[in-house]
């Protein structure tokens, strides 16, 4: 009998697929969006993969961001491998402020990548063309690859992202950024994909668009899940098979007034020792502010001015009797507890409470991106858990003590 092929990368090993298989994150997928659809009975395809599929509570890399969980999806690893960090982050030779819109800092390999050179067809399709320049590492036409984002669907090219007139080839217009359609291209485009056998494995991530706006059980919230689900029985009746799982979870970070519950850090520290030179770095944020204001619940403070070490220690016992705060600690131990590339730590991190968010400066954030509408958001750890779901049964051997998101490859295709 003829041994399975296989992959290796970041000393695990991967069986290569030998039918279609599909890997969705649903960008913002928190637990409650899952167990309020099912109470509500509008995910059905959902619910037979609980029944008769594998389902689990898993858990994100910290910080619960877009950038650092989607890589550490493809890689199946935590960022101290990968080395991307979050969106945005201080380069600390220059001193510049950097959202991370390519793969330009990343360490090592994909998943993607691997499986490409061994003369697989992928296709990865982004909701958001920043997170496309990501995914896309290591992945070209010339193999046979398919990477391109729904954001900008009118401009593929041949060259570039291995398709071309995606607009009239999947009969409908490039969606608005700020919209749940963003979502539903991206599958509608895999879906196409699979229909017409042009790839055989598919990884499709989504917006949180819709999450940040709307809690789980409201009709728009509903709806979108409801649409998913139509597309994942789809795929899954076209002979992939398909697993699911979130980059983060999302909370609601608002005070009992309905305003956000806003902690601006960089405000207090520049009061209290102006002589340190405080930045507050955000690592949620990226180029698409109305979703969250740049706001999240996990921050980087960096030190440039004129500071020692028992200013951190005054900092850090000041910082954590805050009423926002969860969590403060030594960029160093955070970097081990988290599992986070120490060389890119600042001096403290700081993490919210789950109904709170950390920023900068009141300045540097502005609060009339988010429409009026009711604030949601993530980066802590009050959204690292997500779900991880299979369209099929299991063979005995998924025992774990904790799963990630970043084992879902490893789920659809080792068991």
Known sequence: MTSRKTINLHSKTYNIPIRPTVVVCIDGLDPSYLESGVTSDILPTMVSWLKNGFHTTGQCAMPSVTNTNNVSIITGMPSNVHGINGNYYLDKS???????LDDSTMHGSTILEQLAEQGLRVAAITAKDKLRKIINHGLSPDQGAICFSAQYAD???????GITDVEAWLGLPTPAQYSADLSLFVLDAGVKLLQEKRADVFYLTLSDFVQHKHAPGSPAADQFMSAIDARLRELEKLGALVAVTGDHGMSAKCREDRLPNVLFLEDHLSEKWPQAGARVLCPIADP??????????FVRIHLTGQWKLADVEEMLSYVRKLPQVQEALPGEEAAKVYELPPDREGELVVIANHDAVIGSSSAKHDLSELGGMRLRSHGGLSEKEIPLLRSEAVRVGTEKQVWHHYDIFDLAMNF
């Open 94 to 100: 220059t001193g510049e402020e950097v959202m991370v």
């Open 155 to 161: 401009s593929c090219t041949l060259a570039e992202h």
């Open 288 to 297: 698409f502010v109305k979703h969250h204001g740049a706001l999240g619940g």
